[in-house]
């Protein structure tokens, strides 16, 4: 069985401040592990995910996520936030390395940065 | 690229109508195509795969005969809620596979009054 949780419905962060987003995962096998991000009346868009490696992974605006096996997590993170970063977080695993196939999703965070 | 619309964006209905959401990739085919149902504060669930000229495989605990899929072209996959009741009430989304990713819709958020 695959799940994740996002234990934060809401994270609220000031511009400029480095921002967590937080994910933990369940898998019975390899983690293959995404974040998707939601903005207003927008899909689903890829950030980026961790299949294997460096634990430390960059994505797309800035966003990087840290791969922890230790404590199962998979937390979002960037370094200065934004007010173009507030949107809706998904953190997701797969069975299939390109999350081509079936996603299990969290229950999403929403970010909000207060400028 | 890889642009997926939904259409509605909103619907709302009476207990007992069926709706019928539209799921279209707008410059690219996809043979594949997922939908998926978030209920409040809960997460984002695979409900069936959309398969272009066959019957779409469901998960576990959904109904075929009131999620009706149809995806009768490469670009269109079609979800028609029947005889739809307040507890189907949610937001549904679908996704497109293409060059092995998925992209997403903006969803579509259904109320059953």
């Known amino acids: 069985a695959q799940s994740v949780a996002q234990p934060e419905d809401q994270v609220n962060v000031a511009e400029g401040n480095p921002l967590t987003v937080k994910c933990t995962y369940s898998v019975s096998g390899n983690p293959y592990l995404f974040w998707y991000v939601q903005y207003p009346n927008r899909g689903l868009q890829f950030l980026l995910k961790?299949?294997?490696?460096?634990?430390l992974v960059k994505g797309s605006y800035g966003f990087e996520a840290e791969f922890n096996k230790s404590q199962t997590s998979f937390h979002l993170k960037k370094p200065s936030a934004l007010v173009s970063d507030s949107a809706l977080y998904f953190c997701a695993v797969s069975a299939d390395q390109t999350g081509a196939n079936n996603l299990f999703f969290g229950t999403g965070t929403r970010l909000t940065v207060i400028p | 690229g890889a642009v997926v619309s939904q259409h509605p964006s909103r619907v709302i209905c009476k207990s007992g109508t069926s709706v019928k959401i539209e799921c279209r990739s707008l410059d690219f085919q996809a043979t594949t195509m997922f939908w998926y149902r978030q209920f409040p504060k809960q997460s984002l669930m695979l409900m069936a795969t959309s398969n272009e000229g066959s019957k779409a495989t469901y998960e576990q605990g959904v109904e075929k005969d009131k999620f009706l899929i149809n995806h009768a072209s490469l670009t269109l996959s079609t979800l028609t809620v029947t005889s739809a009741h307040p507890e189907d009430s949610s937001f549904y989304i679908c996704?497109?596979?293409?060059?092995?990713?998925?992209?997403f819709g903006p969803g579509t958020r259904l109320t059953v009054l």
């Open positions: 961790y299949i294997t490696g460096d634990n």
């Open positions: 996704s497109a596979r293409w060059a092995g990713e998925q992209f």
